[in-house]
């Protein structure tokens, strides 16, 4: 029965089956993505980071050496013989069937003997070993082809990461991505902190319309303002410079900081703004003594918000910074690491966890004032 102590109603039940189904759907994909940054590229290439763990068939083709090549052919007593193993290139594992037509590519059992129609008799082995056997010398300038299936075991390894870690250029994206996120992360909340504060407390002509302005910019798209603002910049000379996206990374943020400190803000207890009013403080000692420490898990809230945006953007800095090789940001550079077709499954997923790295640091630092900030002022 419901209510009664000791059981939980059913919406209670319901909730946290609800909670624990988001969390887990959120989860999962970047599992994924975290075991797919450890798989070989090959094995990554052709099936799902969910088989990681078991064995993966894959089909493969290979040209073994032509007949004419010096050493490839080989007399032991009456037979001559082309042998070698299709791994010699790479590779590993366990072959299950193999065929000699790309329409059949397995249509025999590894280690069963098929002989062509020019009488060559060729078998596979399970451990890659492949022997074509004639009872004449063999001719030919292109040498057979062979296909086959392999069983492939789990192929885990941290060469992704040392191509993303160590390519060319990577530190000094680095440097020039804090130079940005650092910079656009601070000015925006010291001049949203004055901002909130002066329109909760202080009274004068026209807050209550600044304030509506304030709500209506934060669902503007920013990319309507991106090339009049390049403009802008170009002309007064601060164009492609760390000055002008400093100031776009601002201006883009200040609406939602404003808002979440504002109301933040507003929801401080009353009487302490008046007394320290009454005992003669100054409302910008008001806001620096008593305010701006009593404001930090909003300034946290908003600071995670504005880092995070910050650091994975791409959009503001390719349009404000440009390609430049001195001043590329690092989701320019790992742009760059993907190539023009952005194939290289292996470099996307292992650039993924290093490009979110610090932006983790930042949120398990400030994560304890996210909810306390955000739901400021949202009841009495």
């Known amino acids: 029965m ?4 000791g059981r939980k109603p059913a919406l209670i039940w319901a909730v946290h089956l609800s909670v624990a189904l988001l969390v887990i759907l959120w989860t999962l994909p970047t599992f994924g993505l975290l075991v797919s940054s450890f798989r070989d590229k090959d094995q990554l290439s052709v099936s799902g980071w969910w088989t990681s763990l078991t064995s993966t068939e894959r089909n493969v083709m290979v040209r073994v050496p032509a007949p004419n090549d010096d050493g490839a052919q080989v007399l032991e007593g009456s037979v001559y013989v082309i042998a070698g193993n299709v791994f010699d290139e790479g590779g590993a594992g366990d072959i ?7 329409r059949e590519p397995g249509a025999y059992e590894a280690g069963e003997v098929v002989t062509t129609k020019d009488g060559e008799r060729i078998s596979v082995q399970e451990s890659g070993d492949y022997r074509i056997e004639s009872d004449v010398e063999m001719t030919g300038k292109r040498g057979q082809r062979l296909f086959f299936t392999v069983l492939e075991p789990p192929l885990f390894t941290l060469d992704n990461y040392r191509t993303v870690l160590w390519s060319e250029g990577i530190g000094k994206s680095f440097l020039n991505t804090m130079t940005v996120t650092i910079p656009a992360t601070v000015i925006p909340i010291l001049i949203a902190a004055f901002a909130g504060y002066a ?13 509506a302005m304030v709500v209506g910019l934060i669902v503007v798209p920013l990319q309507m303002s991106l090339i009049p603002l390049l403009r802008l910049y170009t002309d007064i000379g601060i164009g492609k410079s760390y000055i ?23 929801s401080l207890p009353k009487e302490i703004i008046e007394s320290a009013k009454v005992d003669g403080a100054s409302d910008f000692e008001i806001f620096v003594k008593i305010v701006l420490p009593l404001s930090f898990p909003a300034l946290a809230s908003f600071a995670i918000f504005q880092f995070l945006w910050t650091w994975n953007d791409l959009l ?6 440009g390609n430049n090789e ?13 190539g023009s077709r952005g194939g290289n499954w292996e470099i996307l997923t292992a650039s993924a966890f290093v490009s979110i790295a610090v932006p983790l640091g930042v949120f398990f630092a400030l994560q304890r004032y996210l909810v306390r900030g955000l739901l400021a002022g949202s009841v009495k």
């Open 2 to 5: 419901d209510g009664i102590a």
């Open 96 to 102: 299950s069937a193999f065929g000699i037509s790309s």
């Open 199 to 211: 329109l909760a407390w202080m009274r004068f002509p026209g807050r209550t319309f600044l304030v």
């Open 244 to 266: 002008g996206i400093w100031l776009a990374h601002t201006g883009f943020g200040l609406p939602l900081a404003i808002y979440l400190l504002r109301n933040y803000i507003k």
């Open 316 to 321: 503001v800095a390719t349009v404000f910074l």
């Open 326 to 338: 001195e001043q590329l940001v690092m989701t320019g550079r790992l742009r760059e690491l993907l």
